[in-house]
């Protein structure tokens, strides 16, 4: 039992602190400003719905006619996780659709663009210069 304990305390500080030494080597000690860009490419054209938060922050409800952008920026805590989620709604999409937009575990872009398609978000790909890292909508609806 005690084996165990400490192999799970082991593991837990390694991810922190591989967290830091990525951020640092990264972004540097500091928080970082990050922009997330998020673009209505839905192929019907509709009336797109975001809703932007994290757990601190709720960036309200925006709606973006097809081609239009709305854009947000934050600061990352190198001691705790960031991430904004998104709701996302047009008529006839049947539902809410939410996708993790930015997760700094995941994300090391210091401006990160994503497009809205209906089968999921596409991720600008700073070395091919297109939106060609491509994801399904995530499963379930966050309040």
Not at 2 to 29: E, M, Q
Not at 70 to 99: N, Q, V
Request: aromatic share 16%; proline share 2%.
């Amino acid at each position: 039992m005690r084996r165990a304990l400490v192999l799970v305390i082991s593991l837990v500080v390694f991810a922190v602190v591989n967290h830091v030494a990525d951020a640092a080597r990264t972004d540097g000690l500091w928080p970082v400003k990050k922009t997330v860009t998020i673009t209505n490419r839905l192929p019907s054209k509709a009336l797109l719905r975001v809703h932007c938060r994290s757990k601190n922050d709720d960036l309200g409800i925006r709606y973006l006619r097809y081609d239009e952008s709305f854009h947000f920026k934050f600061r990352t805590d190198i001691f705790f996780r960031t991430l904004f989620y998104c709701s996302f709604e047009w008529p006839g999409s049947g539902r809410k659709h939410w996708y993790d937009i930015y997760n700094d575990w995941l994300d090391h872009c210091k401006h990160c663009k994503f497009v809205v398609k209906n089968y999921g978000v596409c991720k600008y790909n700073n070395r091919t210069y297109l939106y060609d890292k491509c994801f399904s909508w995530q499963n379930e609806i966050r309040h």
